[in-house]
């Protein structure tokens, strides 16, 4: 068939007899796409854009992680959570039975 991937038709060439095929210039006989004509525009803006947001992401983590280490390094504590467990171990405050 001439859909793509994702289901959507992919238009293509003109239905032509042999003698205006062989009459017809390069750029009528055939067809240039990314993928392998196995995307649609719309699909392709997607992939491109999701690859651009997901980039994107990645930034902005890095960018958190050298700010946070950044904080660490000056001693500011909002940048540490306390992670410590409140409670502790019951057996060691009680003492043995």
Same mark, same amino acid.
């Given at each position: 068939g001439n859909a793509?991937?994702?289901?959507?038709?992919?238009g293509g060439l003109k239905r032509l007899g042999r003698t205006a095929i062989r009459a017809a210039g390069h750029n009528a006989r055939s067809v240039?796409?990314?993928?392998?004509?196995?995307?649609?525009?719309?699909?392709?803006?997607?992939?491109?854009?999701?690859?651009?947001?997901? #980039?994107?992401?990645?930034?902005?983590?890095?960018?958190?992680?050298?700010? #946070?280490?950044?904080?660490?390094?000056?001693?500011?504590?909002?940048a540490k959570k306390d992670t410590k467990k409140k409670g502790g171990n019951q057996a060691a405050k009680n003492g043995p039975k």
């Open positions: 793509g991937f994702d289901g959507q038709r992919l240039n796409r990314p993928y392998g004509g196995a995307l649609s525009a719309s699909s392709l803006r997607d992939r491109i854009l999701t690859a651009f947001i997901s #980039e994107e992401v990645k930034e902005v983590k890095v960018q958190l992680a050298l700010k #946070e280490a950044e904080d660490r390094k000056k001693g500011t504590g909002a």
